[in-house]
Every structure is written in C-alpha cells, then in structure tokens.
C-alpha cells in the first residue's frame, strides 16, 4: 500500500458574495477532488488545538500526526532544520520575514504594506539578507537566507518570554501595537528599525524601485522558538516517506519526522510554482519504493493573505488539474490511498488564518474501481463536508485514521 498527503495550505475558506456566497473551494472546478470525496470518506478535522494560534506550524504537525501540546516549540525552529541551521540547546530560532512598511518617520507609526515584498525572488532576496548579515550581525546574533520572503535569525542564548506578530497578520495596520513584546524585546526592535535605516537604499531595492516593485524596507521578527524533538515518522507508523514542498516550515518539519526532502525545480510556493513537478516528485518518491509521500502545496494560503479571491480559485484548480489529475493518471491500478485537505483555513475576509475546522476526504484506488458513489457528496467542499457527518476532534489522529483501513 502507498499512501499519499496533498496538502492544500490555507485552501478552507468563508462564503464569499463576489463567489455567489461561495468559497473558494466550492466555486472552483474541482472535478478530481469531487470524484474522490464522492467515493470516499470525508469529514471535518480541528488541526488547532484550543489555546494554540492557527499557524501552519501548529496545522501542519497535527496532519502528519505529532500533537502540538506535546512537540511543538514554535515556528522558525523548523525552517532552521529545513535551511541547515543547526540549533544547540540554548539557541533560539527567529523567522526574520523581508518586508515593505509605509515611509513614516516613526517606526511605530509606519503601517505593514506587504508582509511579502511582492514575493520577492530568492536570488534578490539573498542580497538583502547577506546585507542585513554584514551591518547587524554579532557574536550572539546571525541571519540565514531562506527562501522568498522567508528568512531566519538565530540568537544564541536567547529569550522565549516574547510575544512576535506575524507580518501576514497585520496586513495594512500600523504596526506600532504589533511591535516586540516581553524579554530583550528592545533589542529585537533595534534590529528590525536598523534594517529600515539602511535596506531602502540598497542597490537591491534601487533596482526593484526602478521596476515599480515593492521594496524591502525592513526586517519583520516573530515566530520564536527552541529545536524541537520529534519522534521519528517511521518509528511512530513504520513508513518510510518523504515531503514535497517550497516551504522551509514544512520541509524542516519533515527533516525533524525523519522523512527525506525533494527539490522540485521551479517550486516557489506561490501560483507560479511548478505544479506538474510536485506530482512527478510524488510518484518518483513511491516508485522508489518508499510508502509515504507528503505533496504540500502554498498557494492558495498566500492568495487568502493578500486577499486574492481569483488567484485563490486558480491554485485550488491548478491543484486539482495538475496535481491530483497528474497522482489518479498514474496510480491506475496500485494499492493507494489518498488524503487531501487543508491545514487550516485562510480566509478572503480576514487575509490571516483561522482556526475553523477544515474538510478532508480520503480515498483509495480500490473506492475509485468500485465507483460508488454517495449522493449527499456531489463536490468537495467546507458546507458539503459536514453532511458526511464525521468529526475528527484532535487532529494529530487523523493520521492514524488515514493509515487504517476503518
């Protein structure tokens, strides 16, 4: 049996009156998907645990099934495992995220215009990162470049008494109120308000102004943590995998689960990633004989950030056409099951994430053989989900619901 995870991050949604009062999911076409959740098994799961934030840090181990009340330790931990980022005990881990605040004089006052940097590429990125390494780097202190937007700081020693906001949360506020917070939060706000000094005129940024690209005005601190311990995917399943992603979260997740990590060209977590590569990466990981392959896919979680309704359908069809269509063409005839679900949901409205339950459906290739259809399931969707009148409370055991043949 082999056994596939695509993970559609941020795909659950709220009804929205430009989609008929639809959401994303419900509106776009999704033949594959519906196919599937109308010969299988669907449900709703709560991958957030009451009194954790609904990040995909917390989302994403629930999926693969660690409980986040026993292993999770915050977010940049994980991408510092996925970049190569060795952490010792004391060390703490900081996502440091390139973004464009407002020209305010006063850094409190200056608002978050784009948590994102238009998406800026990594090659450019890295500039700017190696820029922020050479004016505010310590003994204490070091940046990591990562991918996109997406970069890492670790302070050795460091505090964990802190309350960071996530950039993608503040979305066009002020960010005076969203500032560090708690132990050696001064020396964090230096950090990001010396950036600002001098990243605007970075010839990095020259350029990208000379494009009408946004630039990357300053650093943006927040999703601290200590290296986690996991127990090991195989040791906890018996299944030996791998995972598919852009995303360094994700992949660190999977360095610290024991799984191996693929590079697909061209995969850049955005709507321009290489969707057809993810698939083959896919099928190439089960031809090679391991049982479990976990697909995450970005896209439709930075649409509901920058709160693109029409990108956001277009990465959920990309996803069912070249993904899923790509994995059902395949497969054919082996002994597989498929799960296929959001980690959390990223709501148009709200342009963060929620902690709303979100769908999921498993199906076999022996459900599609027998083609038995449900009629109470005719799409695959947050509404039509419920209907399938299954709950999973703790989202950590879906996996092993998913790797069972109840």
């Not at 230096?190 to 990357?216: T, Y």
């Not at 850049?268 to 995450?296: P, R």
Request: glycine content about 10%; some cysteine; proline content about 4%.
């Amino acid at each position: 049996m082999k056994y596939i995870v695509v993970l559609i991050d941020g795909m659950a949604d709220r009804p929205i009156k430009e989609l008929g009062d639809k959401t994303p999911l419900a509106y776009a076409r999704t033949p594959n998907m519906n196919k599937l959740a109308s010969v299988g098994r669907v449900g709703l799961v709560k991958t957030i645990p009451d009194g954790f934030e609904p990040g995909s840090d917390v989302a994403n181990l629930s999926v693969l099934g660690y409980n986040p009340a026993r292993y999770y330790t915050g977010r940049a931990p994980l991408e510092a495992a996925s970049i190569g980022a060795k952490l010792d005990e004391a060390d703490v881990a900081f996502r440091c995220n390139l973004v464009t605040l407002s020209d305010e004089d006063d850094y409190s006052e200056k608002r978050m215009i784009d948590y994102s940097s238009d998406e800026i590429e990594t090659d450019e990125a890295a500039k700017l990162i190696n820029g922020v390494k050479e004016v505010l780097e310590s003994e204490d202190i070091h940046f990591y470049v990562g991918t996109s937007y997406r970069h890492l700081m670790v302070w050795k020693g460091g505090p964990v008494d802190l309350k960071l906001t996530p950039p993608h949360d503040i979305s066009e506020r002020v960010i005076g109120s969203y500032l560090p917070k708690g132990d050696k939060a001064g020396e964090l706000l230096e950090l990001m308000m010396d950036s600002n000094k001098f990243l605007p005129e970075h010839p990095v940024n020259l350029m990208r102004k000379s494009k009408g690209l946004r630039l990357s005005t300053s650093i943006w601190i927040w999703g601290h943590g200590r290296r986690p311990t996991l127990e090991t995917f195989y040791k906890k399943y018996g299944l030996t995998g791998a995972v598919v992603s852009a995303v360094d979260l994700v992949k660190g997740l999977g360095v610290y689960a024991g799984l191996d990590i693929v590079k697909v060209n061209g995969a850049t977590g955005t709507i321009n990633t290489n969707f057809l590569g993810k698939a083959q990466a896919g099928l190439d990981v089960l031809k090679s004989g391991k049982d479990f392959v976990f697909i995450h896919l970005e896209a439709a979680d930075e649409a509901g950030h920058r709160g693109e309704v029409d990108t956001k359908v277009k990465a959920i069809e990309e996803v069912d056409e070249k993904v899923i269509g790509t994995l059902l063409s395949e497969l054919g005839s082996e002994d597989y099951r498929l799960m296929i679900l959001p980690d959390h949901a990223t709501p148009i409205s709200i342009r963060t994430h929620s902690a709303d339950d979100v769908p999921f459906l498993i199906a076999s290739g022996e459900d599609l053989k027998k083609s038995c259809s449900h009629d109470r399931i005719p799409e695959f969707s947050e509404e039509l989900t419920k209907k399938g009148g299954f709950m999973v409370d703790k989202g950590y055991e879906l996996m092993d619901l998913f790797l069972t043949k109840r």
